[in-house]
């Protein structure tokens, strides 16, 4: 029952230690009252009245409230301290809330997506996020309303400490909520973690620490990087305080910026001023590789064409990243693909099937492939649309460094790689020499998105967005830079590029350039750490 009532809510139970950090942290007064919204087992009603005891509140229950969904949880939480209503915390706030204001709000909410909150209380958070100007979507998690409501149900001088997933730093559905806890609150103050504090959860979280009003010289942000939850021990409230609050970012900044020191934010802040600067879209066109809608069967190795005998049916196509090296893709590279028994084969058969082509749908129709969705949509079904070849290759997913890769071939790509067309008049080679450089390569971990495992990933438009300073004069070695990077050397290129383009064409100072450098691979090693979790 009790990991049933773990996936309705949408994660576990807070630790101990996180709950009186929050506690500590947040109230601090003998008179406080307190919220928590979603209550569970009850580690922060436990936390808040031990909290209030030690600031000398000799009767604290009456101070706090705590309110829980399920009555078996909500049970237990009563035995910690505080009164516990059982119920929808939505449906308390829009039938009872009548503009009580508490002078801190703690808790866990719960992360539940859209389509697994039952619909009777989704409507109700949704109907209140409305009401405070947001727009919700089916996206949206149901953590956020909770954080939203919550903050409107803070005292002027109030604070709020919450337990909230990691992608509020970039998910695009959370981003009006980052604009609106950037005005609301005066102070805030981010605690991240290198390990996931949760035993039995891969959810990475933050703890968000906000204040409405606070002196001039604590205004802006804080991120407190810690190593686990045990490190809590050593972060006290007036350690956070002697921390420099960083400024404020622009609305569509992602909050993985606040990571770079205040210095590199300006730069780069003034570097995306610069005319020199544009953006990806200038140069190139950026859209998705095809979707064969099942390329189990539609991407093939050249052994499975032959026993097949499809091969004169097939096509050149590039399905995944690691077929590509350097930045450059030769008819030799395709052709050692091949003989490496890579799946580099697209079928795709002319109008008047052979009886060969015949033979193999009949195959993927009794593996049911024409039932896909992608595929039955369609006519014919076994037909997949492909439109322009691309000039070359845009990495979807990233590791260690984002690329492009020049299409000297024939090749398509699948939807594993966007496809980029350049504009007339653009140097494809130049550009994609251009591309790596650190400024370009910053913006990439604050545009990109990674939830988990280290890897980054675009969105065509993202990619479309990314900035990039290009010298239609410049004349920089391709085949230079692709021998480079084929031999693992992409230091040694971003080196050059950065001196040819930052320093000479942009007018910026080696140590600027060496800001750029070194704030692109402090976003980077943050992503990657994630690997060896």
């Given at each position: 029952m009790t990991d049933l009532i773990n996936k309705l809510r949408g994660g576990y139970y807070t630790p101990n230690k996180v709950a009186r950090f929050i506690c500590n942290w947040a109230i601090t007064s003998p008179s406080d009252n307190i919220l928590e919204p979603s209550c569970g087992d009850g580690a922060f009603i436990a936390a808040a009245h031990e909290r209030l005891s030690k600031l000398g509140c000799t009767n604290p229950e009456p101070s706090i409230l705590g309110i829980e969904l399920y009555d078996s949880e909500a049970k237990k939480a009563a035995k910690c301290g505080g009164r516990v209503i059982t119920g929808d915390f939505f449906t308390f706030c829009t039938d009872k809330i009548n503009g009580a204001k508490y002078d801190a709000i703690v808790g866990n909410p719960p992360f539940i997506r859209y389509q697994d909150f039952e619909e009777r209380y989704r409507e109700k958070a949704f109907e209140l996020m409305h009401r405070y100007g947001f727009s919700p979507n089916r996206l949206t998690n149901i953590w956020l309303p909770f954080l939203v409501v919550c903050s409107h149900l803070i005292s002027d001088r109030g604070r709020l400490g919450m337990v909230i997933p990691a992608e509020l730093f970039q998910v695009k559905y959370a981003s009006e909520t980052r604009h609106f806890l950037m005005d609301y609150f005066e102070s805030v103050s981010i605690v991240t973690f290198e390990n996931l504090i949760f035993e039995n959860a891969q959810q990475e979280v933050i703890l968000l620490l906000a204040e409405r009003h606070a002196k001039d010289k604590d205004r802006g942000v804080r991120i407190i990087e810690l190593k686990d939850a045990d490190s809590l021990a050593t972060l006290t409230p007036r350690k956070i305080q002697t921390l420099q609050p960083k400024r404020k970012l622009p609305d569509s900044t992602k909050w993985q910026a606040y990571y770079l020191d205040q210095r590199t934010i300006d730069l780069v802040s003034r570097l995306l001023e610069d005319p020199h600067v544009r953006r990806c879209s200038n140069l190139f066109d950026v859209n998705v590789g095809l979707v064969s809608g099942q390329n189990s069967f539609f991407v093939l190795d050249k052994s499975t064409a032959e026993e097949n005998s499809i091969l004169n049916s097939c096509v050149p196509i590039i399905s995944r990243s690691f077929q590509l090296d350097g930045l450059c893709l030769t008819d030799a590279d395709y052709e050692s693909q091949v003989d490496l028994g890579r799946k580099v084969l697209l079928f795709l058969p002319k109008n008047r099937l052979s009886a060969a082509d015949l033979q193999y749908v009949k195959k993927g129709e009794m593996q049911g492939v024409n039932k896909n969705y992608k595929c039955r949509i369609r006519t014919p079904w076994y037909q997949v649309p492909t439109s322009w070849k691309p000039d070359a290759f845009f990495y979807r997913q990233v590791g260690a460094y984002p690329r492009i890769v020049l299409n000297k071939t024939a090749a398509y790509s699948t939807d594993t790689l966007h496809k980029i067309r350049f504009h007339t008049g653009v140097h494809a080679g130049s550009a994609i020499v251009s591309f790596n450089n650190s400024l370009t390569f910053l913006m990439s971990e604050l545009m990109g998105r990674s939830y988990g495992g280290g890897v980054l990933t675009f969105e065509p438009s993202e990619s479309r967005d990314l900035p990039i300073p290009y010298d239609p004069s410049a004349e920089f070695d391709f085949e230079m830079a692709n021998h480079l990077v084929r031999q693992e050397r992409t230091e040694e290129l971003i080196a050059h590029v950065d001196k040819v383009l930052l320093e000479k064409y942009l007018g910026?100072?080696?140590?600027?350039?060496?800001?750029?450098?070194?704030?692109?691979?402090?976003?980077?090693?943050?992503?990657?750490?994630?690997?060896?979790?």
């Open positions: 910026l100072s080696s140590a600027e350039v060496s800001l750029l450098h070194a704030g692109w691979q402090t976003l980077r090693s943050r992503r990657m750490r994630r690997k060896k979790r």
